[in-house]
């Protein structure tokens, strides 16, 4: 620790540095005879530079520094006033007749017999002079200034004390650990240490001990292994006494034996109230869970009894999806669909015509959960069933717009009239594929636009948005369009869930990341596209929830050379 302090040699300096003595002393709490040294310094050393060696017409600073490091006192004062070497001062004559004494030399005479080294340095070229004086306590003299030890004959301390071993600690060192054997105790000479041990892994703090304090006596007293850990809170030094010191020194001094009863006894007394404290307060907390648990028990049954309804209605869910996908020749289909949570809100189909076209649906109702998966499953119902009744009645000459718009309208409309209070809507991509000639005619109903990706993974066109999803106004007029998958091509339908998928910072996976996995994947099939596509997705989320419900279909068309 060291502290400086810089004043103008004038009247008020010596003020100045006694005010800074004092909180030295008090912050750094420094035994009486460090304190009284550097009082000493300032008192003397100060003063007679600040009337001596300076003059009115060239007064500069004085300087003080202390350094408090290891129980060694280190005081340095710097003026540039007129050199004095303190050690040359001849000694006062304190035999001499009282009246036949000079004036005078006794103050810097306490200060040289004080201190335990003083040295002084003038620099001609600066004008600077540098008087150091330092103060070391013995281990008698630091064992005298404790309190604890005031009881114990002065014969007794002088005896022991050059036996004792220091230990010094620095902040955060540990002195003991809790279950380590105990053939010593301690006692503090400054700093301060923590009590510490540990319930369920986690640390608690007993106790603060400071100087003049004993630690670690139970476990010498009864050869028991230490009870908790000693840990420094800051620089600290303590004195180890073993069993045969501690013994001289509680024979020496009944005082001293009652003073470490009653520190035991209390010790012990704090800590029973502290466990009957911690007991009462536990009791209570246990009446407060047991009532909780029993106000929440009716709650638990009823959300098991949900998670097992949602269970079986993700079960159920699972079930509307195709369980075989048609295999046309010349053509593979793949698909995947995801909830992101027990039951989704997404959704794709499959529909197997009389006329041998087959219908392909990518849909994604708002919102997630219960609702949207009600939604789903209503909307599946009807757009398969509106899709195989048209298609019973249809020639082979018909076109496929006899089968797309009936089904999507009736859809629409039935959601609106019977389900629009519900503020529900449901965005569709639905196509009719001819397997022998590779048209595909569809509706998009507000979905995301499929991809028509060429042999080298390019998107060679993307699918319009079309009208507005099903189930917000009736009577919607819908566009029946067509393109031509060519061999070699792929048709790659998705929901909102891959391009919006997030990984931890928040980042989107975006359309550009999935038309470059498409490039990459360019040579794969169907099947490993969509695996692709979706260990992608997933790798880009890091392991962060997923956001919205995940749905993709890819159509492919194999090369006629293939």
Same mark, same amino acid.
């Given at each position: 620790?060291?502290?400086? /302090?810089?004043?103008?040699?004038?009247?008020?300096?010596?003020?100045?540095?006694?005010?800074?003595?004092?909180?030295?002393?008090?912050?750094?709490?420094?035994?009486?005879?460090?304190?009284?040294?550097?009082?000493?310094?300032?008192? *003397?050393?100060?003063?007679?530079?600040?009337?001596?060696?300076?003059?009115?017409?060239?007064?500069?600073?004085?300087q003080?520094?202390?350094?408090?490091?290891?129980?060694?006192?280190?005081?340095? %004062?710097?003026?540039?006033?007129?050199?004095?070497?303190?050690r040359?001062?001849?000694?006062?004559?304190? &035999?001499?007749?009282?009246?036949?004494?000079? /004036?005078?030399g006794?103050?810097?005479?306490?200060v040289?017999?004080?201190?335990?080294?003083l040295?002084? &340095?003038?620099?001609?070229?600066?004008?600077?002079?540098?008087?150091?004086?330092t103060?070391?306590?013995? =281990?008698l003299?630091?064992?005298?200034?404790?309190?604890?030890?005031?009881?114990?004959?002065?014969?007794?301390?002088? *005896?022991?004390?050059?036996?004792? !071993?220091?230990?010094?600690l620095?902040?955060?060192?540990?002195?003991?650990?809790? #279950?380590?054997?105990?053939?010593?105790?301690?006692?503090?000479?400054?700093?301060?240490?923590?009590? /510490?041990?540990?319930?369920? @892994?986690?640390?608690?703090?007993?106790?603060?001990?400071?100087?003049?304090?004993?630690i #670690?006596?139970?476990?010498?007293?009864?050869?028991?292994?230490?009870?908790?850990?000693?840990?420094?809170?800051?620089?600290?030094?303590?004195?180890?006494?073993?069993?045969?010191?501690?013994?001289?020194?509680?024979?020496?001094?009944?005082?001293?034996?009652?003073?470490?009863?009653?520190? %035991?006894?209390?010790?012990?007394?704090?800590?029973?109230?502290?466990?009957i404290h911690?007991?009462?307060?536990?009791?209570?907390?246990?009446?407060?869970?047991?009532?909780?648990l029993?106000?929440?028990?009716? *709650?638990?049954?009823?959300?098991?009894?949900?998670?097992?309804?949602?269970?079986?209605?993700?079960?159920?869910?699972?079930s509307?999806?195709?369980?075989?996908?048609?295999?046309?020749?010349?053509?593979?289909?793949?698909?995947?669909?995801?909830?992101?949570?027990?039951?989704g809100?997404?959704?794709?189909?499959?529909?197997?015509?009389?006329?041998?076209?087959? @219908?392909?649906?990518?849909?994604d109702?708002?919102?997630?959960?219960?609702?949207?998966?009600?939604?789903?499953?209503?909307?599946?119902?009807?757009?398969?069933?509106?899709?195989?009744?048209?298609?019973?009645?249809?020639?082979?000459?018909?076109?496929?717009?006899?089968?797309?718009?009936?089904a999507?309208?009736?859809?629409?409309?039935?959601?609106?009239?019977? &389900?629009?209070?519900?503020?529900?809507?449901?965005?569709?991509?639905? #196509?009719?594929?001819?397997?022998?000639?590779?048209?595909?005619?569809?509706?998009?109903a #507000? &979905?995301n636009?499929?991809?028509?990706?060429?042999?080298?993974?390019?998107?060679?066109?993307?699918?319009?948005?079309?009208?507005?999803? /099903?189930?917000?106004?009736?009577?919607?007029?819908?566009?029946?369009? !067509?393109?031509?998958?060519?061999? @070699?091509?792929?048709?790659?339908?998705?929901?909102?869930? %891959?391009?919006?998928? =997030?990984?931890?910072?928040?980042?989107?996976?975006?359309?550009?990341?999935?038309?470059?996995?498409?490039?990459?994947? !360019?040579?794969?099939?169907?099947?490993?596209?969509?695996?692709?596509?979706?260990?992608?997705?997933?790798?880009?989320?890091?392991?962060?929830?997923?956001?919205?419900?995940?749905?993709?279909l890819?159509?492919?068309r194999?090369?006629?050379?293939?």
């Open positions: 620790m060291r502290r400086q /302090i810089a004043v103008f040699a004038d009247q008020n300096a010596i003020a100045s540095l006694l005010a800074f003595s004092d909180e030295l002393e008090a912050s750094w709490r420094l035994p009486p005879d460090y304190g009284y040294l550097l009082r000493l310094v300032i008192e *003397e050393v100060a003063t007679n530079i600040v009337k001596y060696g300076y003059h009115d017409h060239n007064r500069d600073q004085i003080l520094a202390c350094e408090y490091e290891q129980g060694v006192l280190t005081v340095t %004062i710097r003026d540039r006033g007129q050199p004095f070497d303190p040359e001062a001849p000694p006062p004559d304190i &035999h001499a007749a009282a009246d036949q004494r000079l /004036i005078g006794l103050g810097l005479f306490f040289r017999e004080y201190a335990d080294t040295t002084y &340095h003038h620099d001609p070229r600066s004008g600077w002079n540098e008087l150091t004086v103060k070391a306590m013995s =281990m003299d630091r064992l005298r200034a404790l309190p604890i030890f005031q009881a114990v004959p002065e014969a007794v301390l002088a *005896e022991l004390a050059p036996r004792l !071993a220091e230990c010094r620095a902040a955060g060192d540990v002195l003991f650990n809790q #279950g380590d054997s105990g053939a010593e105790c301690f006692v503090i000479l400054d700093g301060a240490v923590e009590v /510490i041990t540990f319930v369920n @892994g986690a640390e608690l703090r007993l106790e603060v001990f400071h100087p003049g304090q004993i #670690g006596e139970m476990s010498l007293i009864d050869r028991s292994p230490r009870s908790a850990t000693v840990r420094a809170i800051e620089p600290s030094r303590l004195v180890a006494l073993n069993e045969a010191v501690f013994a001289t020194l509680i024979g020496s001094s009944p005082e001293l034996a009652m003073t470490m009863l009653r520190s %035991i006894v209390s010790r012990v007394r704090n800590t029973n109230q502290r466990m911690d007991l009462e307060r536990k009791n209570a907390e246990l009446v407060a869970a047991y009532q909780q029993q106000a929440a028990q009716a *709650e638990l049954i009823r959300l098991n009894r949900l998670e097992e309804e949602l269970a079986v209605a993700r079960r159920i869910q699972q509307f999806l195709p369980r075989v996908l048609p295999e046309p020749p010349g053509w593979r289909i793949a698909a995947f669909s995801r909830g992101a949570q027990a039951v809100g997404d959704f794709f189909d499959t529909i197997t015509l009389p006329n041998g076209q087959i @219908g392909l649906v990518v849909a109702a708002c919102g997630k959960g219960v609702t949207a998966a009600l939604f789903v499953a209503l909307s599946r119902s009807l757009l398969r069933a509106a899709s195989q009744a048209a298609g019973s009645v249809q020639g082979d000459g018909d076109t496929s717009a006899a089968i797309l718009l009936p999507v309208s009736l859809t629409n409309d039935y959601i609106c009239r019977e &389900h629009g209070e519900s503020m529900m809507f449901v965005t569709l991509f639905y #196509g009719l594929l001819d397997p022998a000639t590779g048209v595909m005619q569809y509706i998009n #507000g &979905h636009p499929p991809l028509r990706i060429g042999r080298d993974g390019a998107v060679i066109e993307e699918l319009s948005e079309g009208a507005l999803p /099903i189930g917000i106004v009736t009577g919607q007029t819908y566009e029946v369009r !067509a393109l031509r998958i060519a061999p @070699g091509e792929k048709l790659v339908a998705f929901s909102d869930g %891959i391009t919006e998928a =997030m990984n931890p910072a928040g980042e989107l996976f975006g359309d550009d990341r999935l038309k470059a996995l498409l490039r990459a994947q !360019a040579q794969g099939t169907a099947a490993e596209l969509v695996a692709a596509t979706v260990s992608a997705v997933d790798a880009f989320a890091q392991g962060a929830p997923q956001a919205d419900d995940i749905t993709l890819v159509v492919e194999l090369p006629a050379d293939g």
